[in-house]
């Protein structure tokens, strides 16, 4: 194209290509979803089809960007590992955020109808994004399970405050009630009050959700008696401990 008077312009453009060779951990984070959650009737204190909703928006990132090799969701947040040697739109930090969170957010519009069939949006949804990097696998893993201590954290004391405003608590009675308490505290007034095992709650609340790619071998046909195999990539979910180093042991791909 020819070149304009106007072209010069373009040297304003500011460079945010991220530092070469870390992890870069893309993380969103619904907008305002305290007030979307209370007006599209969410169950507390957790919804499950609206995690499993955000599951399947996770699940199409990882679909469309293979540069994308793990996500970790928990609440109305996801955070996004692109490998550490992606060159993936030369790293810039606002084309990866931009494209990772506008494609989340119209697959959260375009699947609502699965998970809330019957609720109709009142609203579009937003979600915020940011990109950081981390030098080093340890720092990485250490990022991963500080979210996931969050998660078990916020859902031990949610757990505890909604069984206690459920039980006709106002909530003023019940924040003063968990205020301050240890963990072992608000477990033993689940179990003594409401009869509720923490541990026995499902693994989707307490330990978040695992995104990931997994080989599968699938036999397509027999000839001749000989099974023909085809090897698969699956996008799956899980609900496990990330924190210890048994799951990346039975996962080294996704770090390697
Ligand atoms: P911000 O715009 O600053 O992120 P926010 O209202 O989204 O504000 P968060 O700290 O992100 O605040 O908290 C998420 C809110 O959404 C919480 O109030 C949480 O209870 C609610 N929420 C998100 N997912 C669910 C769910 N699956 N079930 C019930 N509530 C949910
Ligand atoms: P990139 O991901 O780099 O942006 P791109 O394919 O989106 O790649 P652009 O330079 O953004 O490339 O160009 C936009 C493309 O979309 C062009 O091919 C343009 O013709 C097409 N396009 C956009 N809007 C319209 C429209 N209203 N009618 C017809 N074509 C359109
Ligand atoms: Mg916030
Ligand atoms: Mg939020
Ligand atoms: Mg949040
Ligand atoms: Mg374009």
């Given at each position: 194209?020819?070149?304009?008077?106007?072209?010069?312009?373009?040297?304003?453009?500011?460079?945010?290509?991220?530092?070469?060779?870390?992890?870069?951990?893309?993380?969103?984070?619904?907008?305002?979803?305290?007030?979307f959650a209370q007006v599209h009737g969410f169950q507390k204190p957790n919804d499950e089809q609206a995690l499993h909703l955000m599951n399947e928006c996770a699940t199409a990132v990882l679909e469309d960007i293979p540069d994308i090799c793990f996500g970790y969701g928990v609440s109305d947040e996801y955070s996004f590992v692109l490998r550490k040697n992606s060159t993936l739109f030369q790293?810039?930090?606002?084309?990866?955020?931009?494209?990772?969170?506008?494609l989340f957010s119209a697959t959260y519009v375009m699947k609502w109808g699965r998970y809330f069939p019957g609720t109709e949006m009142q609203y579009a949804p937003s979600f915020d994004g940011r990109?950081?990097?981390?030098?080093?696998?340890?720092?990485?893993?250490?990022?991963?399970?500080?979210?996931?201590?969050d998660c078990h954290v916020n859902n031990q004391y949610n757990t505890?405050?909604?069984?206690?405003?459920?039980?006709?608590?106002?909530?003023?009675?019940?924040?003063?009630?968990?205020?301050?308490?240890?963990?072992?505290?608000?477990?033993?007034?689940?179990?003594?009050r409401f009869g509720i095992n923490y541990n026995d709650l499902p693994a989707i609340f307490r330990k978040g959700?695992?995104?990931f790619k997994r080989k599968d071998e699938n036999i397509v046909k027999v000839e001749n008696?000989?099974?023909?195999?085809?090897?698969?990539?699956?996008?799956?979910?899980?609900?496990?401990d990330l924190i210890k180093d048994?799951?990346?042991?039975?996962?080294?791909?996704?770090?390697g």
């Amino acid at each position: 194209m020819a070149n304009s008077k106007y072209e010069y312009v373009k040297s304003f453009e500011q460079s945010d290509a991220l530092l070469p060779h870390t992890w870069i951990v893309i993380r969103v984070d619904g907008r305002g979803f305290t007030r979307f959650a209370q007006v599209h009737g969410f169950q507390k204190p957790n919804d499950e089809q609206a995690l499993h909703l955000m599951n399947e928006c996770a699940t199409a990132v990882l679909e469309d960007i293979p540069d994308i090799c793990f996500g970790y969701g928990v609440s109305d947040e996801y955070s996004f590992v692109l490998r550490k040697n992606s060159t993936l739109f030369q790293r810039r930090a606002s084309k990866l955020v931009s494209i990772v969170v506008s494609l989340f957010s119209a697959t959260y519009v375009m699947k609502w109808g699965r998970y809330f069939p019957g609720t109709e949006m009142q609203y579009a949804p937003s979600f915020d994004g940011r990109a950081v990097c981390y030098p080093s696998d340890t720092i990485l893993r250490d990022y991963l399970s500080w979210r996931q201590v969050d998660c078990h954290v916020n859902n031990q004391y949610n757990t505890c405050y909604w069984s206690l405003v459920h039980s006709g608590c106002s909530p003023a009675e019940a924040q003063n009630v968990i205020k301050g308490t240890l963990a072992d505290f608000k477990n033993e007034l689940l179990h003594t009050r409401f009869g509720i095992n923490y541990n026995d709650l499902p693994a989707i609340f307490r330990k978040g959700s695992l995104v990931f790619k997994r080989k599968d071998e699938n036999i397509v046909k027999v000839e001749n008696g000989v099974p023909i195999k085809r090897q698969k990539t699956m996008v799956v979910v899980s609900h496990e401990d990330l924190i210890k180093d048994s799951f990346w042991k039975e996962n080294p791909s996704i770090l390697g």
